[in-house]
């Protein structure tokens, strides 16, 4: 029991320090110290990590920072900081716009028209902008698009492809927002939450055109209905935006996972980095990850990316990282030398408030006790349920940042 705790405490401890080098406050301001701008900034904080990001351009232009627009997911905003500076606030929906996401599209284009031309356009972009702001392409509404990201995100397909389908109905995403800078001067800093670090990819790529749009939708087996939409959107969509400006990343998983395997050698581990990107779905990925912890030495083992999960008609709670928590402590069962930890680097799991979980080898015994069955669990979709009952979700609360989700694992 000793030694579960010892790397409970541990992998907690090894996240922590994974965040804190990825925190959107401290990366932007570090990017804007590194090459400050010549003039008037106008900022527009667009993601999960979007207070975080504005408050590194305040501490980072002072008296330069004239104005701007954040927008957030409920739960990841605190307006007072930003009081006095000009910076208009919105919430819109998370994982699936809602009716602010369309407020927001339509004041974001808006508020671009009456800016000044000399005025630099700052875009701080991070995780969550591809449902936190949308302007859809004609003849499609709200109810529209919820029923499109309700299937893609329990379709199992990967992030690129979910984001394809985004832009072909979008006005904004796929480079549309291109249309309403003009000419003005424009910087664009990322957290990036997708795999291969791809800026066409990250918030659907507001600033990125896409080459190949449609022949890339054309591969993928979509519903019909899904189908005929994203027809008319390529068509209302037109010819290929002019390119846009470059996207500087200023956090990835990378920074991460190397902050992660830092915080573990200081502890005294040996450290295992897996190179490549975890996905597929979470079920496998948590099996693989935890046979090959008990099959390796002792030591901290890290990974990261984005699992999919195909949703059973009637989910129950949780997420992908509780999902595949729940698929390695079945394997674990009964090893009291072996733990992992899988959560979402933005404090958030699917549509839970709960980042994760972090399992050992008595988690399912726990379950047991509390008169559930972890096979029964899997099948649903209830991971956050049985992970609730053993006593293993982590709960952070907004983390400032989003570089997709961090696995850590420890065998003593």
């Known amino acids: 029991m000793a030694d579960t705790a010892f790397a409970r405490c541990l992998l907690l401890d090894v996240f922590a320090a994974a965040l804190r080098a990825v925190e959107g406050r401290a990366v932007v301001g570090q990017a804007l110290v590194a090459r400050p701008p010549e003039g008037p900034v106008w900022i527009c904080a667009i993601g999960k990590a979007a207070q975080s ?220 980095v897996e190179a490549q990107p975890l996905e597929g779905d979470a079920v496998l990925a948590g099996r693989r990850l935890a046979r090959a912890l008990l099959a390796g030495p002792p030591g901290l083992s890290i990974a990261g990316g984005e699992t999919t999960l195909r949703l059973p008609d009637a989910p129950g709670r949780g997420g992908r990282n509780q999902h595949l928590a729940l698929a390695a402590a079945i394997e674990l069962a009964g090893h009291a030398d072996a733990a992992l930890l899988s959560a979402g680097t933005d404090g958030t799991d699917g549509p839970t408030e709960d980042a994760g979980a972090l399992v050992d080898g008595a988690t399912l015994e726990r379950i047991r006790d509390a008169g559930l069955d972890a096979a029964h669990g899997l099948r649903h979709a209830d991971s956050g349920r049985l992970l609730e009952a053993s006593g293993d979700l982590i709960r952070t609360g907004p983390t400032g940042t989003n570089v997709m989700d961090l696995i850590l694992g420890w065998r003593g």
């Open 53 to 272: 990001m504005a408050l590194g351009a305040c501490d980072a232009l002072g008296s330069g920072l004239v104005g701007g627009l954040l927008i957030t997911k409920p739960g990841h905003l605190d307006p007072a900081p930003f009081a006095g500076r000009g910076i208009e606030c919105l919430l819109g929906g998370h994982p699936v716009p809602d009716a602010g996401s369309l407020a927001a599209g339509q004041r974001l284009l808006c508020a671009l028209g009456e800016l000044r031309s000399q005025t630099e356009v700052l875009f701080l972009l991070s995780g969550g902008a591809s449902s936190l702001v949308e302007v859809p392409v004609a003849g499609l509404d709200l109810a529209d698009l919820r029923r499109m990201n309700r299937w893609l995100l329990g379709s199992g397909l990967p992030i690129d492809a979910v984001n394809r389908v985004r832009k072909s109905v979008s006005r904004i995403k796929g480079g549309g927002l291109l249309s309403a800078l003009g000419d003005r001067p424009t910087r664009v800093l990322a957290i990036s939450d997708v795999p291969g670090d791809d800026p066409g990819v990250i918030g659907s790529g507001l600033l990125v055109p896409e080459v190949g749009l449609a022949e890339g939708i054309a591969r993928l087996d979509l519903p019909a209905w899904l189908s005929d939409w994203v027809e008319r959107g390529l068509t209302e969509r037109g010819p290929l935006p002019r390119p846009g400006p470059c996207v500087e990343l200023v956090a990835t998983l990378d920074t991460a996972k190397a902050a992660a395997a830092e915080a573990g050698r200081r502890a005294g581990l040996a450290v295992r």
